[in-house]
């Protein structure tokens, strides 16, 4: 599927990625993707690799936890690399901005937290080999040594995020020294949500379930709609699937005050 709104990043990842996979994984630009949600981040990410011979597993960092307390470590995070064969493998680090929440009743357990993930990645990124878990709590040594990582976060959904300014939401220099690359999507144009409208395929599967509904008339309700509500819009292109399930759930109807409570974003604050 065609990758829209993001042609000038597109070109730079994909050299990226043809550097990685053609230096047989021993040049590995790891590198920063940000930009608000619903920008395009994981999608563009996905798209590029899969048209290419290469591993692919994404992570939560939100759902992280430091390795020797309860939850999800990085160990248990990798343990899919066990069942992955020996090919370049990316790894994306989604709501990598999550570990640097602050301001809660937990503030100084976060801040543990983030400096402990950020030293367990350093680590990784390091070595040739990583330490995951396996069963029976058992750890065993994978590869590590064609693994490119990207770490991907909105970060308030501030335009043109740079080295320095991470710096300041509490990224380690050590890691900036070794994740030294930045990029940012752009927002989406009223033209690029449209593009990504006219092209939908969850658009195509509800046309095929239901019998007589004439496909312009639901692309223009739904056109109208995204530009009624296009500098309010939180959630980038996610809204477009909402929009189109309200459509036919609710037989032609789009219900304004319902749809702009949906927001899968919030402000936070960070840890310096």
């Given at each position: 599927?065609?990758?829209?709104?993001?042609?000038?990043?597109?070109?730079?990842?994909?050299m990226?990625?043809?550097?990685?996979?053609?230096?047989?994984?021993?040049?590995r630009?790891?590198?920063?993707?940000?930009?608000?949600?619903?920008?395009?981040?994981?999608?563009?990410?996905?798209?590029?690799?899969?048209?290419?011979?290469?591993?692919?597993?994404?992570?939560?960092?939100?759902?992280?936890?430091?390795?020797?307390?309860?939850?999800?470590?990085?160990?248990?995070?990798?343990?899919?690399l066990?069942?992955?064969?020996?090919?370049?493998?990316?790894i994306?680090?989604?709501?990598?901005?999550?570990?640097?929440?602050s301001?809660?009743?937990n503030?100084?357990?976060?801040h543990?937290?983030?400096?402990?993930?950020?030293?367990?990645?350093?680590?990784?990124l390091?070595?040739?080999?990583?330490?995951?878990?396996?069963?029976?709590?058992?750890?065993?040594?994978?590869?590590s040594?064609?693994?490119?990582?990207?770490f991907?976060?909105?970060?308030?959904?501030?335009?043109?995020?740079?080295?320095?300014?991470?710096?300041?939401?509490?990224?380690?220099?050590?890691?900036?020294?070794?994740?030294?690359?930045?990029?940012?999507?752009?927002?989406?144009?009223?033209?690029?949500?449209?593009?990504?409208?006219?092209?939908?395929?969850?658009?195509?599967?509800?046309?095929?379930?239901?019998?007589?509904?004439?496909?312009?008339?639901?692309?223009?309700?739904?056109?109208?709609?995204?530009?009624?509500t296009?500098?309010?819009?939180?959630?980038?292109a996610?809204?477009?699937?909402?929009?189109?399930?309200q459509y036919?759930?609710?037989?032609?109807?789009?219900?304004?005050?319902?749809?702009?409570?949906i927001?899968?974003?919030?402000?936070?604050?960070?840890?310096?």
């Amino acid at each position: 599927m065609e990758i829209v709104g993001q042609e000038k990043l597109v070109k730079e990842i994909k050299m990226i990625l043809d550097i990685f996979e053609t230096s047989g994984a021993k040049i590995r630009p790891h590198f920063i993707l940000a930009g608000e949600s619903g920008s395009g981040k994981t999608f563009t990410i996905r798209n590029l690799v899969s048209a290419r011979d290469m591993n692919f597993m994404d992570i939560n960092a939100a759902q992280l936890t430091k390795e020797g307390t309860a939850g999800n470590s990085l160990s248990k995070a990798l343990t899919p690399l066990i069942n992955m064969s020996d090919l370049p493998t990316v790894i994306f680090v989604d709501e990598f901005d999550k570990l640097f929440i602050s301001g809660n009743n937990n503030s100084a357990l976060a801040h543990e937290t983030t400096n402990g993930v950020q030293n367990e990645f350093l680590k990784v990124l390091e070595a040739d080999q990583v330490s995951v878990y396996h069963d029976y709590g058992k750890y065993v040594n994978v590869p590590s040594n064609k693994i490119l990582f990207i770490f991907s976060g909105a970060f308030n959904g501030e335009a043109d995020i740079t080295l320095d300014r991470l710096r300041d939401f509490g990224v380690k220099t050590e890691f900036l020294g070794r994740v030294g690359l930045v990029y940012n999507t752009k927002p989406l144009e009223l033209e690029d949500l449209n593009n990504i409208l006219e092209h939908s395929e969850l658009l195509k599967e509800y046309l095929t379930l239901f019998d007589g509904i004439d496909r312009e008339e639901v692309v223009n309700v739904i056109k109208n709609y995204l530009v009624q509500t296009y500098a309010h819009n939180t959630i980038g292109a996610r809204l477009i699937n909402t929009l189109i399930s309200q459509y036919f759930i609710k037989g032609g109807q789009l219900e304004v005050e319902q749809v702009k409570e949906i927001s899968f974003t919030k402000k936070l604050s960070f840890t310096k």
